[in-house]
């Protein structure tokens, strides 16, 4: 069963950048052509398409955080990264993981504050 | 960027039949882009219903289907139960770019 977890700071602080981990168990990366993709949910809101990424390295960004925003990964870790930098209080949310036709983390809360 | 319009609210009743939608803004939406469902419940991570426009996973319960209805994508669900009381979003690529819908919230009353 696949399955996928988020790690990562819980508090940054404003200005700074945010890194999540997402390490998938279970079956490979690279077994599938499908996209692993990062979403957040601000408190009491809806759900937020970050951006995702292939085992190739193929990206594709939100374009209104595609400023801030680097996905990477790592297929001999069968791990893929979030990195948003400059971030306020406004990123304050829970940051999922998934590959979207299937599976989802549990989930992340970030909070940015000084 | 397109933004994807799903109705706020619905109710339904237990055993009836309800269907919520997913709008571009950009126009009819299409097999091309690859519609999502996704259910989620207080507190809980989403879950995926639907992908592909209308294949559901191993999971997901007989009752929810996903189709293209009148330029939308749409996600029925015949015979409602009370724990399908939940938040739905959609979402639609649009050349790989993603868009999730606003989101509704389906009271099983």
């Known amino acids: 069963q696949l399955q996928l977890q988020e790690s990562g700071p819980g508090l940054v602080k404003p200005s700074e950048t945010l890194s999540l981990t997402c390490t998938v168990s279970?079956?490979?990366?690279?077994?599938?052509?499908?996209?692993w993709g990062w979403i957040r949910q601000p408190p009491g809101k809806g759900l937020e398409w970050i951006g995702s990424?292939?085992?190739?390295?193929?990206?594709h960004y939100s374009p209104s955080l595609k400023s801030r925003v680097t996905i990477s990964v790592d297929t001999s870790k069968n791990q893929f990264f979030l990195e948003m930098r400059s971030v306020t209080a406004t990123d304050t949310a829970v940051y999922y993981c998934?590959?979207?036709?299937?599976?989802w983390g549990q989930g992340t809360l970030v909070t940015v504050s000084s | 960027q397109a933004v994807v319009t799903q109705e706020p609210s619905l109710t339904v009743s237990p055993g009836g039949t309800v269907t919520l939608t997913c709008a571009s803004s950009?126009?009819?939406?299409?097999?091309?882009?690859?519609a999502y469902w996704f259910q989620q419940k207080p507190g809980q991570a989403p879950k995926t219903l639907i992908y592909?426009?209308?294949t559901r996973r191993s999971w997901t319960p007989a009752r929810f289907s996903g189709s293209l209805l009148g330029g939308k994508a749409a996600l029925t669900l015949s015979g409602a139960q009370p724990e399908d009381e939940a938040d739905y979003f959609c979402?639609?690529?649009?050349?790989?770019?993603?868009?999730f819908g606003t989101g509704t919230k389906v009271t099983v009353l």
């Open positions: 998934a590959r979207p036709n299937g599976y």
């Open positions: 279970g079956d490979s990366i690279t077994n599938h052509n499908v996209h």
């Open positions: 990424i292939y085992y190739s390295g193929t990206t």
């Open positions: 950009t126009g009819t939406v299409t097999s091309g882009h690859y």
């Open positions: 592909d426009t209308s």
């Open positions: 979402l639609l690529s649009y050349n790989g770019v993603r868009v």
